[in-house]
């Protein structure tokens, strides 16, 4: 009995696993730029896939999906140089004085 118990329990782990990972601001975490912006796609090094393209949230960076062997993941993506590309963040206002 407590077999078959510890089977079930065991079985929900999996599920569980292909639950879609949602970002902090509780959107999915694929939403893609279509098209992404010229000046960045003249930046970006020539071997990184532009066709799945996101910015960061926590970072404010530009990060790509790559199709590895084992996984995919999001990577960032940089210049020829090997730099990251990053949106500018706003200026902060100075406060009223």
Known sequence: MTRKILLLACMALPLAACEEFE???????????????????AMAAPYQDLSAVRVEPASGCFVYRHVGPVETTFLPLRTRDGRPICTQKPEEEAPAT
Do not use: M, R
């Open 23 to 41: 970002t902090a601001s509780g959107s999915p975490s694929n939403n893609f730029l279509n098209p992404v912006p010229e000046s960045v796609q």
